[in-house]
């Protein structure tokens, strides 16, 4: 085994470092073939890694818990590799890729792995697949259900770090996905079965930033729905709709904080009859009016491809932002 350090080396606007690891010709014996013979025993296999990753102090500590153990991730890779059989070397590869996600802080794994003796007489080296995945993607595949397009590609307008909050939250495919990406969130609903589903779920896959809070958004006058003061760099609503509760979102976001907003339109209803009634729809344009006092950064109304099948659905897409205070003038 061979092993390269590479960066510190910018990467994208907004983020900090990224450090490169790369582990060449990783080599095991595992069970891997399509027939039973070729599974009966053990083959030599190769693995090559590299694996990006961010660390505030890369290339200024000398203290190993600021980056990664490769020896750790090797030792990992071989386990996987020699402890269970696979007919495929896309099902192996993927099991190695899914652990590396999984168990150590990295951000992108570019994997190759090969067997070193295939049994095809007319091959004389190696043969083998790559696998290239970013920590969004791995995130992405076969999250139930999946977050919003919406806010899958509103992603690089996010802070890179920070506190959310999740209005509506449900039982939090929103939460969940940020809360993967490293981001402290916050969910409220009033729906407390929802919330302990929540809870359950960041429980089960270790989300110790992810936190639920039972909140009736649409109390009677004159009481008033808690959701803080300048408190969050981000809050999402999706798809749903209390007109109401508009100011009391932007007063709890920070000064330069963004509104991530999606939800029906009139258009829905007229076409596809839901949401049934007609007030838990926005008409053209109301939702620039609800958020007049934000800088609107992106705007965007009429079909848009739905989250569960081929239909599209007709909605209104906001990112606006809370402007900064302004001192006097001199």
């Given amino acids: 085994m061979a092993l390269r350090l590479t960066g510190p080396k910018t990467i994208f606007e907004n983020a900090s470092m990224v450090s490169q690891i790369i582990i060449e010709r990783l080599e095991f014996r595992g069970r891997c073939g399509v027939t039973p013979e070729e599974r ?28 990664i153990d490769y020896a750790i991730v090797a030792e990992r890779v071989v386990e996987l590799g020699t402890s ?13 890729v899914t652990a590396l996600f999984d168990e150590f802080r990295v951000d992108r794994v570019k994997l190759w792995l090969r067997k070193l003796h295939p049994p095809i007489t007319q091959v004389t080296r190696s043969m083998g697949i790559t696998v290239e995945r970013t920590r969004l993607a791995q995130q992405l595949i076969g999250a139930e259900p999946p977050p919003a397009n919406f806010l899958v590609h509103q992603l690089p307008h996010l802070p890179t770090k920070g506190k959310v909050l999740d209005v509506a939250a449900g039982t939090g495919r929103h939460a969940l996905f940020l809360a993967s990406l490293g981001y402290q969130v916050e969910a409220v609903d009033r729906d407390i079965q929802a919330l302990a589903q929540l809870s359950s779920t960041a429980h089960a896959r270790n989300f110790t930033e992810l936190t639920t809070r039972t909140v009736d958004l649409e109390p009677p006058p004159p009481q008033r729905p808690n959701l803080g003061q300048d408190a969050y760099d981000v809050i999402l609503v999706f798809f749903y709709l209390t007109r109401p509760l508009f100011p009391h979102i932007m007063n709890a976001l920070k000064p330069g904080g963004l509104l991530l907003y999606e939800t029906f339109l009139i258009d829905n209803h007229l076409h596809h009859h839901h949401p049934r009634r ?18 609107v950064l992106h705007y965007d109304e009429g079909p848009h491809k739905g989250d569960h099948d081929a239909r599209s659905v007709y909605t209104a897409q906001l990112v606006a932002q809370k402007p900064l205070p302004t001192g006097p003038l001199t």
Avoid at 46 to 54: F, I, M, N, S, T
């Fill in 40 to 67: 009966a025993r053990p083959q030599p296999l190769a693995v090559d890694l590299e694996l990006d990753c961010q660390f505030e102090s890369a290339g200024r500590s000398d203290d190993l818990r600021h980056t």
């Fill in 278 to 295: 007609r007030e838990f729809c926005l008409l053209h344009n109301e939702l620039i009016r609800l958020t007049s006092d934000l800088r």
């Fill in 84 to 96: 269970q059989e696979s007919r495929l070397l896309e099902a192996l590869a993927e099991r190695l």
